[in-house]
C-alpha cells in the first residue's frame, strides 16, 4: 500500500505465511526520500536525510491509524489467519548515487534510532545502486520499459486529421551563429502506442468533445497524465 502523509511518502509492503506450528507475518516499509539535484556533498546528504525522518516521525505522530499503516492488520487465508506483522523493516529509498562514509550512514542510521526507537527489526537504504545489484533483471526490465515510455505527446494536424503522437524528448539543443542562435527540442517517436491513443485522437478530432468529455478520458486513462511532460503542438 502507498500512503502519503503530510510530507511524507510510504510504500509498506506485508508478507506472511501459516502453517501447522503457527503464522507469522512481517512488513517492509519504502520512505521515498529523494535528495534535490545538486546537494551532492555529503554534509548536506545527511542534513537532507536526518530532515526527512524527523518529518516521518512527526507525520506518523499526527495521523491515527499510523500503527495499522505499518504493522498492517490480520489477513484472512482461506481459513487461516496471518496475524498482524510482528517485525518491520524501515527502508530510506533515496536517489543518491554519491557514495557516503561509514560515519555519514552511522549518523542517519542512529537519527533514526533516536527518532523511532527500537520497534523496527532493522533500518537500511535502498539506492540505485543497491537496488541494481540486488535484483539486476527486474531492474533492467523496468529501466528499458521506462525508456519505452512516452515522455510527451505531440499534436500534429496534417491533411484535416489531427494525430497524438508519443514521442521521448532527448533535451533542449542551441544552434547558429554568434549573431543569430536557436533552440529545438531532439525528439524521436517511438512505435509503442498506449492504450486509450486512439480514442484520444477522436476525442481531440471531433468538434463535439466538451472539457467533461476529456476531464471523463484521463479519468480513465491515468497514465496520459503520469508520462506527460507537456503536450506540443505541431
Not at 52 to 76: E, P
Not at 123 to 128: D, H, I, R
Not at 136 to 143: H, K
Not at 208 to 216: F, N, P, R, V, W
Amino acid at each position: 500500500m502507498a500512503y502519503g502523509l503530510g510530507e511524507t511518502e510510504l510504500l509498506v509492503r506485508m508478507f506472511g505465511h501459516y502453517g501447522s506450528l503457527g503464522s507469522s507475518a512481517a512488513t517492509w516499509i519504502y520512505h521515498q526520500a529523494f535528495l534535490p539535484v545538486g546537494l551532492w556533498a555529503e554534509k548536506s546528504i545527511v542534513i537532507h536525510l536526518k530532515d526527512r525522518l524527523t518529518t516521518a516521525k512527526r507525520d506518523l505522530n499526527s495521523h491515527q491509524d499510523a500503527s495499522r499503516m505499518l504493522y498492517g492488520s490480520a489477513q484472512w487465508t482461506g481459513n487461516d489467519l496471518i496475524p498482524v506483522a510482528t517485525e518491520a523493516y524501515y527502508y530510506l529509498a533515496t536517489n543518491i548515487a554519491a557514495p557516503l562514509s561509514d560515519g555519514a550512514m552511522n549518523a542517519v542510521r542512529n537519527h533514526f534510532r533516536t527518532h523511532f526507537g527500537s520497534g523496527f527489526a532493522q533500518f537500511g537504504f535502498a539506492t540505485p545502486q543497491s537496488m541494481a545489484e540486488a535484483a539486476p533483471s527486474e531492474v533492467r526490465r523496468f529501466v528499458l520499459d521506462l525508456l519505452n515510455s512516452p515522455s510527451s505527446y505531440y499534436f500534429v494536424a496534417r491533411e484535416g486529421k489531427v494525430s497524438v503522437v508519443p514521442v521521448t524528448e532527448h533535451g533542449l539543443y542551441m544552434t547558429g551563429t554568434s549573431g543569430s542562435m536557436e533552440a529545438a527540442t531532439s525528439t524521436s517517436s517511438i512505435s509503442i502506442r498506449p492504450p486509450g491513443l486512439s480514442d484520444l485522437e477522436a476525442l481531440v478530432g471531433s468538434l463535439a468533445t466538451s472539457e467533461a468529455d476529456l476531464q471523463a478520458f484521463f479519468t480513465e486513462n491515468p497514465h496520459f497524465l503520469l508520462g506527460l511532460d507537456d503536450i506540443t503542438v505541431r
